[in-house]
T-cell receptor, first 115, second 114 residues
Framework: GAVVSQHPSWVICKSGTSVKIECRSL??????MFWYRQFPKQSLMLMAT?????????EQGVEKDKFLINHASLTLSTLTVTSAHPEDSSFYIC???????????FGEGSRLTVL | GENVEQHPSTLSVQEGDSAVIKCTYS??????FPWYKQELGKGPQLIID?????GEKKDQRIAVTLNKTAKHFSLHITETQPEDSAVYFC?????????????FGKGTKLSVIP
């Protein structure tokens, strides 16, 4: 299947700093990418939908100034957690839709720990 | 909007036995139903999917069935192996107007006992 690469796979940062997570579709162009947050033993919680060349659409309750999303090209979307706090510690996962068949592929996830 | 219910939340089977996970959806317009396998600490991996114009699809030990009338679909794993142990998520999507957003079930933790 198609490959979605997510980087970094894990990151530890101090409270108050910002962290950027990258999501790349390696062998297909993705006009739409999604960002999820997953708490332990829970399902995926959609945070936002990222469309290439336009502003991201955030789900209710997700702070757009806290979680900055940029989708500058057809193969790259980034999520920046600004002024991170311990409660932002979580597993963040991106996904990208392969436009031809509509299949959705996930990245490997990024484990964020804020001290 | 779409609502997806998934059962059971946990499932333990003996190696070699079959495992069945069931999902129901609410939006009759949904037409794409993928299944994902998520191992600990990793992102979900697409293992099989089915579209509304098909009633059943099989890929080696994995099969998915769809009943559009009853609005439910199921994942069947035969001859289970320890490496099948993971969390499985079903999802549903209503395609249209460029929308690719999936609605996920809450997941089933499958444990295959050697």
């Amino acid at each position: 299947g198609a490959v979605v690469s997510q980087h970094p796979s894990w990151v530890i940062c101090k409270s108050g700093t910002s962290v950027k997570i990258e999501c790349r579709s390696l062998d297909f162009q993705a006009t739409t990418m999604f960002w999820y947050r997953q708490f332990p033993k829970q399902s995926l919680m959609l945070m936002a939908t990222s469309n290439e060349g336009s502003k991201a659409t955030y789900e209710q309750g997700v702070e757009k100034d806290k979680f900055l999303i940029n989708h500058a090209s057809l193969t790259l979307s980034t999520l920046t957690v600004t002024s991170a706090h311990p409660e932002d510690s979580s597993f963040y996962i991106c996904s990208a839709t392969e436009a031809l068949h509509g299949e959705l592929f996930f990245g490997e996830g990024s484990r964020l720990t804020v001290l | 909007g779409e609502n997806v219910e998934q059962h059971p939340s946990t499932l333990s089977v003996q190696e070699g036995d079959s495992a069945v996970i069931k999902c129901t959806y609410s939006d009759s317009a949904s037409n794409y139903f993928p299944w994902y396998k998520q191992e600990l600490g990793k992102g979900p991996q697409l293992i099989i999917d089915i579209r509304s114009n098909v009633g059943e699809k099989k890929d080696q030990r994995i099969a998915v069935t769809l009943n559009k009338t009853a609005k439910h679909f199921s994942l069947h794993i035969t001859e289970t192996q320890p490496e099948d142990s993971a969390v499985y998520f079903c999802a549903a999507r209503t395609s249209g107007a460029g929308s690719y957003q999936l609605t996920f079930g809450k997941g089933t933790k499958l444990s295959v006992i050697p």
